[in-house]
């Protein structure tokens, strides 16, 4: 699907994301109250997308580090899954990175994600390291990069 809806969220937007949150990670969400700990940290912005400003679907947190930039976290309800959300909600989060100045992007994506790997893959990101069992899981997570 193209023509989706990608905004600003708010801090009003707290409980909303941790519901979206919860929905599209379960078992490797971040927890509501880390979750909205997101609209007071320090640099960083929450982006929401869907078809109306009235029911986000999918989201995107990512911090302002100067010179770089890094994706915290990005999700999509399942309902919305595999109609682009996703590809618009990075796409959006890489303009303004760039916006700001940026020059480098980096996020961390589990190394059983498949999903999430090809995403990347497609917006020109490649791998530039690993962590080892950083999920609570104790999965590997691997760092992917690209110059924006």
Known sequence: MTGWRIWTAIKEDA????????LAFGGRSWGADNVKESFV??????????????KPQGFAVWRDLGDEAELLTIGVAAA?????LGAAL???????????????FFLEVG???????????RA???????RKAYYADGAD???LARDL
């Open 15 to 22: 409980d909303a994301l941790a519901e979206l949150e919860a």
């Open 41 to 54: 940290a320090s640099r960083v912005t929450v982006l929401f997308g869907g078809e109306s400003k009235s």
């Open 80 to 84: 919305a899954r595999r109609k682009g």
């Open 90 to 104: 990075l796409a959006a989060v890489l303009d303004a990175a760039h916006g700001v100045g940026a020059n480098r």
């Open 111 to 121: 190394a059983d994600n498949a999903a999430a790997r090809a995403l990347y893959a």
């Open 124 to 130: 020109g990101f490649s791998q530039v390291g690993v």
């Open 141 to 143: 997570a691997d760092v």
